[in-house]
């Protein structure tokens, strides 16, 4: 019985590293999707471009003349 009880407590132990792990993985993930998100409209109707996008542009601008 007492390995059974270890055992389970084993899995438990790796069920929270697992979840701990998702987790962190999701808010990554989301952190991402919010940098690479092309374009975000704001409450007041702008269009904002990502800052990538923006610095791409400058970054043309700057080398074609």
């Known amino acids: 019985m ?5 055992e389970a407590d084993r899995m438990q132990a790796e069920l929270a590293l697992a979840e701990r792990d998702w ?3 999701a808010i990554a993930r989301s952190r991402v999707g919010e940098v690479l998100d092309p ?3 704001s409450s007041s109707g702008r269009t904002w471009v990502h800052s990538a996008s923006v610095m791409s542009e400058g970054y043309r601008r700057t080398r074609s003349g």
């Open 2 to 6: 007492d390995e059974l009880r270890e």
């Open 23 to 25: 987790k962190e993985w």
């Open 39 to 41: 374009v975000k409209a």
